[in-house]
């Protein structure tokens, strides 16, 4: 079973315009941490946000703000005032308590913004 | 604070040669780990090092070695490289093992085998 699952692979909104990305996860590990990486067309991986699995407030990030609902198993960015800069793909990851402690990738969301 | 640093950032290899793609992080950071991108794939575990001398086998382990002498450096090497390891490889460092650190990501290395 996929641990982290992003099931828009590619997703359009126009410029200023909010959207919402969707991941969820499964996990039997109590503590755990989801990140959200935008990766441009350039290739490095740019750290978003982050949400602890304890956390019980949503993580906000300036634009960025992560839509944690934890009985549900999902962590949806949420990228407000959309800009075209903004074009990318985007990736949820998992980093659990136990295994090899690493992150644990969704295939991505390719996000286009369009003037 | 150069972060997390990768060479080279492109290399072509034949069939059958090795190489050794470098990392290094001045951070100080005990946890290191090499991921692989490939399309539609999303990035996928390698190897990891959870401190100097000490490494395990990640996801996708097979054709490639890796080994930590000091904090600073992790290097992956490619024993006799295959086509199917053309892929885009990263390496990552975080200050420890806990769930709740980031990881920081090197610029990565666009690898093509022939």
């Known amino acids: 079973a996929q641990k982290i699952t992003q099931t828009q692979p590619g997703m359009f909104v126009q410029e200023k315009e909010a959207v919402t990305l969707d991941c969820t996860y499964d996990?039997?590990?109590?503590?755990?941490?989801l990140f959200w990486y935008k990766q441009p067309s350039s290739g490095e991986m740019i750290f978003l946000i982050y949400?602890?699995?304890?956390?019980?407030q949503n993580a906000t990030e300036g634009r960025y703000s992560l839509n944690f609902q934890k009985a549900r198993k999902s962590a949806n960015l949420v990228i407000s005032a959309s800009q075209l800069g903004d074009s990318a793909m985007y990736f949820c990851?998992?980093?659990?308590?136990?295994?090899?402690?690493?992150?644990?990738f969704g295939k991505g969301t390719m996000l286009l913004v369009s003037p | 604070n150069a972060g997390v640093t990768q060479t080279p950032k492109f290399q072509v290899l034949k069939t059958g040669q090795s190489m050794t793609l470098q990392c290094a992080q001045d951070?100080?950071?005990?946890?290191m780990s090499w991921y692989r991108q490939d399309p539609g794939m999303g990035l996928r575990l390698i190897h990891y090092?959870?401190?100097?001398?000490?490494?395990d086998q990640g996801e996708v382990p097979n054709g490639y070695n890796v080994s930590r002498s000091t904090t600073e450096d992790f290097p992956l090497r490619l024993l006799s490289a295959a086509p199917s390891q053309t892929s885009v490889y990263f390496c990552?460092?975080?200050?420890?093992?806990?769930?709740?650190?980031?990881?920081?990501f090197g610029p990565g290395t666009r690898l093509t085998v022939l």
């Open positions: 996990t039997s590990d109590p503590s755990y941490g």
């Open positions: 949400q602890g699995s304890y956390d019980q």
């Open positions: 990552a460092s975080s200050p420890s093992e806990d769930p709740y650190n980031e990881q920081f």
């Open positions: 990851a998992m980093r659990e308590n136990s295994g090899y402690s690493t992150l644990t």
């Open positions: 951070m100080n950071h005990e946890y």
């Open positions: 090092s959870v401190g100097a001398g000490i490494t």
